[in-house]
């Protein structure tokens, strides 16, 4: 018979309330474009010529020249108002040391991708016995590290 000792109550992550920092529009954007291409094809008929053009234009792969665009439109379909909320910040008060756990709870992660992270090298921890734990201050420093601003990630 297997004795299994008490745990303790893992303690709780306390987390600051977030704040919201920019106010958005998002648009739904509608996009028409008529496209014009010329090639001359050998064919006995009209019908003929169009089903080989037609045949083309079905292959993944399909080369018809150069396209023109002749016209293009524009249309504003929805607006949708957005808006972006900062990241959670870890109160001052609580362990200096969070296990896998509450350390992934903190940052709005699963457990499963911070521990790959911890395996991969990508964020420093302690460990303790055979547990893992991630300080505050390498959380912090964490985010700073990968907080990027615009549109495309920097490498």
Same mark, same amino acid.
């Given at each position: 018979?297997?004795? /299994?000792?008490?745990?303790?109550?893992? @303690?709780?992550?306390?987390?600051?309330?977030?704040? +919201?920092?920019?106010?958005?529009?998002?648009?739904?954007?509608?996009?028409?474009?008529? $496209?014009?291409?010329?090639?001359?094809?050998?064919?006995?008929?009209?019908?003929?010529?169009?089903? %080989? +053009?037609?045949?083309?234009?079905?292959?993944?792969?399909?080369?018809?020249?150069?396209?023109?665009? @002749?016209?293009?439109?524009?249309?504003?379909?929805?607006?949708? $108002?957005?808006?972006?909320?900062?990241?959670?910040?870890?109160?001052?008060?609580?362990?200096?040391?969070?296990?896998?756990?509450?350390?992934? %709870?903190?940052?709005?992660?699963?457990?499963?991708?911070?521990? $790959?992270? @911890?395996?991969?090298?990508?964020?420093?921890?302690?460990?303790?016995?055979?547990?893992?734990?991630?300080?505050?201050?390498?959380?912090?420093?964490? +985010?700073?590290?990968? @907080?990027?601003?615009?549109?495309? /990630?920097?490498?």
């Amino acid at each position: 018979m297997r004795r /299994v000792a008490a745990r303790k109550k893992p @303690t709780a992550v306390k987390q600051v309330p977030r704040t +919201i920092k920019e106010t958005y529009t998002r648009y739904k954007v509608v996009v028409t474009r008529v $496209q014009v291409a010329e090639r001359f094809v050998r064919a006995t008929s009209e019908e003929d010529a169009a089903e %080989k +053009i037609q045949a083309e234009l079905e292959r993944p792969y399909g080369y018809l020249g150069s396209w023109k665009t @002749t016209m293009s439109e524009v249309d504003v379909v929805e607006a949708e $108002q957005t808006t972006v909320i900062g990241p959670t910040h870890l109160s001052a008060a609580g362990p200096l040391l969070l296990s896998i756990k509450d350390a992934a %709870k903190a940052l709005g992660i699963s457990y499963s991708t911070l521990y $790959q992270m @911890t395996h991969q090298g990508d964020i420093e921890w302690v460990a303790i016995g055979n547990r893992k734990f991630i300080s505050r201050e390498i959380l912090v420093d964490f +985010i700073m590290a990968n @907080t990027h601003k615009g549109y495309y /990630v920097a490498r």
